[in-house]
């Protein structure tokens, strides 16, 4: 069992930079894909980044050269980031955290980014 955390989420002005966390507790970690997925309102929910266990990173076309994913695997630590800049009113959507492992899949809460313009 896996419970997930977001935070970090705000309004922030296009141009500016956000940078949300996810934190894991409940199982090994590390051994997780651990994904940052976004909904707008009235849109399906997409792929933003992903960082597997042993650090591989895919991002979307839509965030490539804006948005960083990071994670920390350390003891008592386990938090994934998502550092977001440049961000644009196209990025406002709730976040979410998803770890997968297998069959197993967990998400977190969601937490809300706004983007004015």
């Known amino acids: 069992q896996v419970q997930l955390v977001e935070s970090g989420g705000g309004l922030v002005e296009a141009g500016g930079s956000l940078r949300l966390s996810c934190v894991a507790s409940g199982s090994i970690f590390s051994f997780y894909t651990i994904s940052w997925y976004r909904q707008a309102p009235g849109k399906q929910r997409e792929l933003v980044t992903l960082?597997?266990?042993?650090?591989?990173?895919?991002?979307a076309d839509s965030v490539k050269g804006r948005f960083t994913i990071s994670r920390d695997n350390a003891k008592a630590q386990n938090t994934v980031y998502l550092q977001m800049n440049s961000l644009k009113p196209e990025d406002t959507a709730v976040y979410y955290c998803?770890?997968?492992?297998?069959?197993?899949?967990?998400w977190g809460q969601g937490t809300q980014v706004t983007v004015s313009s």
């Open positions: 960082i597997t266990g042993d650090g591989n990173i895919i991002y």
């Open positions: 998803n770890a997968k492992r297998f069959s197993l899949q967990y």
